[in-house]
């Protein structure tokens, strides 16, 4: 009997093993599947979660897009209809301004002109006076001088820095005088860099000029000169875009040597433009508009005054659409 009982008891203890070891592995069985239960959606969740971020910064990424190209559109518009309305109102200002300087009742038929006049218009020299870089602190005294001699002149402008001289450039156009173009920023290593630099400097200063005065510029002189030697870009390039403009550019076949950092003085300016006289029929003059250029301002009376006194009749003109062309770049 109690051998029978051990057995028993082995038996049971088995028994309890084996279920232990069934329970233990059920246990580890349903934790597993707990975990993947959980662990499964938490992973694709989170990777929904990212998906959908992507999709939506791509979505925003898009929408500001679509925003930009929309306002590019919209300006590219905007500009090319501003252009237009600018080129109309410039060509009516222009129309107004010819019937009002050679009214079409008194235009003088060609075949009416003396042969003597005619011959006297041939021989009369031409002088423009040109003044690059301003406006600054001399342009209005420069004004003045002018406007004492009943004298015309040609200031090639810029525009950079210059937001206080409004009154200083309607004035130039209001007594009469040629409103030409010198570069926006004047900063050569900008502007001749590309041929897109030259453009949206040359966009930015006939549009400033056009809100300052009224008038779309026709005229332009490249800093430096069009025989430069700084740009990076052919300048027949830029000669071809402001050709495409209906821009005409001008060069100088006259200096007055007041380019130049080292001062020089009046009386120097003076003499070198009337030596250099005698050989150019028609003289373009460069002279310069800026802040360290009290000489320049010094010789004009005493220059203006010694050309008017020359024996071969003398003009001293605003460049027009008739002034015979100087262009360095030609030449080359």
């Not at 009214?103 to 003044?131: C, G, H, M, Q």
């Amino acid at each position: 009997m109690e051998q029978n009982g051990e057995i028993q008891k082995n038996q049971d203890y088995s028994m309890t093993l084996e279920r232990r070891k069934r329970i233990d592995c059920l246990k580890k069985i349903i934790v597993r599947a707990i975990v993947c239960m959980i662990l499964f959606p938490t992973v694709g969740c989170i990777f929904l979660g990212v998906r959908l971020y992507q999709k939506d910064r791509f979505a925003k990424s898009m929408t500001e897009r679509i925003s930009f190209l929309e306002k590019a559109l919209q300006k590219s518009v905007e500009e090319t209809d501003r252009l237009e309305a600018l080129l109309e109102a410039e060509e009516e200002a222009l129309a107004e301004q010819a019937e009002e300087i050679i009214p079409e009742e008194e235009e003088i038929p060609e075949e009416e002109i003396p042969e003597e006049d005619a011959a006297v218009e041939n021989e009369s020299r031409k002088v423009y006076l040109t003044f690059d870089d301003g406006p600054s602190i001399y342009t209005e005294e420069l004004l003045d001088i002018l406007a004492q001699y009943d004298v015309k002149a040609t200031f090639f402008v810029t525009g950079k820095g210059k937001e206080g001289y409004g009154d200083t450039y309607r004035r130039i156009v209001e007594e009469g005088h040629t409103l030409g173009m010198h570069s926006y920023s004047h900063e050569y290593s900008n502007i001749y860099e590309s041929l897109e630099n030259f453009e949206q400097d040359f966009g930015e200063l006939q549009n400033f000029l056009y809100n300052e005065t009224g008038i779309i510029s026709r005229y332009y002189r490249f800093p430096g000169g069009s025989s430069n030697q700084v740009s990076s870009v052919d300048i027949h390039e830029m000669t071809d875009y402001l050709d495409a403009m209906d821009i005409t550019y001008f060069d100088w076949n006259i200096s007055a040597g007041d380019a130049n950092s080292n001062p020089v003085s009046s009386e120097e300016i003076v003499n070198r433009v009337m030596d250099a006289l005698p050989s150019h029929q028609v003289a373009v003059v460069l002279m310069h508009d800026a802040a360290n250029k009290r000489s320049t301002v010094d010789a004009l009376p005493e220059l203006i005054e010694k050309i008017q006194a020359l024996e071969t009749e003398t003009e001293i003109l605003p460049i027009t659409e008739e002034t015979m062309l100087i262009q360095h770049a030609l030449s080359e």
